[in-house]
């Protein structure tokens, strides 16, 4: 389980690289979403996250944070669930890239953030090309760090 939640962590900053260079390569803002998802969750839970001022800063950084849990959290899970075996690595870039889109995607929907149905190409690519390089890089870490005689399949 550790040694998913280092590998999750390095796919979270594959992630945001990935992301960030998006954001430079084709000049567009970015995403609001960490924030709106902090809003509505903290809505949610009736937290107070100061004045208007202090409680966007507080969004940015929790929804920042919120990104690594879930990236660290499912690395986490998929090194419990897969125990000390190495998986291919295309296999665990689709599971762990689909499984952490597929979340992120479900919860903006959940919480009435962003309709991913109502999507363009151009969202769907700039949501999945981060998802994989994600994926891709999460699964590389796991395999790095399990012994080499421990193949799945």
């Not at 280092?6 to 992630?15: E, F, K």
């Not at 990104?67 to 190495?86: H, K, M, Q």
């Amino acid at each position: 389980m550790v040694d998913g939640a280092i590998a999750g962590a390095v796919g979270s900053a594959a992630l945001n690289v990935v992301s960030y260079l998006d954001v430079a390569v084709r000049a567009r803002p970015t995403s609001s979403t960490p924030e709106e998802t902090v809003g509505r969750l903290a809505g949610l839970a009736h937290v107070d996250l100061g004045p208007e001022d202090r409680a966007a800063n507080r969004r940015s950084g929790l929804g920042a944070v919120l990104g690594y849990a879930v990236g660290i959290g499912a690395g986490a899970v998929l090194g419990a669930l897969a125990g000390t075996r190495r998986m291919p690595l295309a296999v665990g870039t689709a599971l762990l890239g689909g499984a952490t889109m597929a979340t992120t995607d479900a919860s903006l929907a959940v919480l009435r953030i962003s309709d991913p149905r109502t999507w363009r190409r151009s969202d769907w690519m700039a949501d999945l090309v981060p998802h994989l390089a994600y994926g891709m890089a999460a699964a590389a870490t796991l395999n790095r760090l399990r012994p080499p005689s421990a193949r799945c399949g």
